[in-house]
């Protein structure tokens, strides 16, 4: 599934094209996705202007001036590209906005995990699907003591708390693994224990990981496309994530003995960490 750094990129690819364009024509290709499309979205869309495209979490939010906001979730494998005028669509193109520039915006998402809704502009933040949720990690509302606090008393693994989206959103599978390596903290900790310097360690490591990610465009396992359909590089730069048995960066050990890099799972996800580092 896209992470914050991939639908940060995909919202970054989308912004200058569709800030400020009127959509002239919606092809709606089916009912719905992992739920119903909204009932008249086709009437509701047409002739309404964008204003921007942002990220909230891991949703790609379009402002617009009819007082609502189009939001859009990639799921498992879902892709937004900008295609030219005289676009024809293939399968599994669910969603097609015509602007007045001559793009066309194309939602494609093969396993239909993904989702598409209509928000309330100047309520989106007590949505549904934003009211329980942590802070931006690129915020200034993310800090060594809000985490701190968010954990305290947690018994759960540090690990699977910070993918929790009411402590912090966005902190994916592929990412908190390789945070949790930069902090020098075991993904098996007791969250509640991760207070004070490792808390401020922590934090920053998700910065700076998920800022990384961003300027090299996300990382592309599987489906994961960037809005102009070129992969994302990331993945060529985790320390961690999916290296079992290989040494880790600037280790001395005896990779032969030690067995390097370890793979668990946790919460059904694959976690991947140093046992001698991470502590």
């Not at 549904?128 to 990690?137: D, L, N, V």
């Amino acid at each position: 599934m896209p992470e914050l750094p991939e639908v940060e990129t995909v919202c970054r690819g989308l912004d200058p094209v569709m800030r400020g364009r009127t959509i002239v024509a919606v092809d709606v290709r089916r009912a719905g996705l992992r739920d119903p499309f909204p009932k008249g979205l086709a009437k509701t869309l047409m002739g309404a202007k964008i204003a921007h495209v942002m990220r909230r979490a891991k949703y790609i939010l379009m402002p617009m001036d009819i007082d609502q906001t189009l939001v859009l979730h990639l799921g498992m494998s879902g892709r937004i590209l900008v295609q030219e005028e005289g676009y024809r669509p293939v399968k599994h193109d669910h969603l097609i906005l015509h602007l007045d520039n001559g793009r066309a915006i194309v939602f494609n998402d093969p396993r239909r995990s993904g989702t598409v809704f209509l928000a309330k502009t100047d309520s989106l933040e007590t949505h549904k699907a934003f009211r329980a949720m942590g802070p931006e990690p690129l915020s200034n509302e993310f800090s060594g003591p809000v985490l701190a606090s968010a954990l305290k008393g947690r018994k759960t693994e540090i690990k699977t708390a910070i993918m929790d989206q009411r402590i912090v959103v966005g902190v994916g599978n592929i990412y908190a693994s390789e945070a949790l390596f930069m902090a020098g903290i075991s993904p098996k900790r007791v969250s509640g224990t991760v207070q004070g310097e490792k808390a401020e360690a922590l934090v920053q490591a998700i910065r700076q990981i998920l800022r990384r990610a961003i300027k090299a465009g996300g990382s592309s396992l599987r489906d994961y496309r960037k809005a102009d359909g070129k992969l994302g590089l990331f993945q060529h730069g985790f320390t961690v994530y999916g290296h079992t048995g290989k040494a880790c960066p600037g280790c001395t050990c005896d990779v032969g003995k030690t067995g390097g890099i370890k793979r668990i799972v946790q919460g059904g996800r694959s976690t991947f960490y140093c046992p001698r580092k991470q502590k």
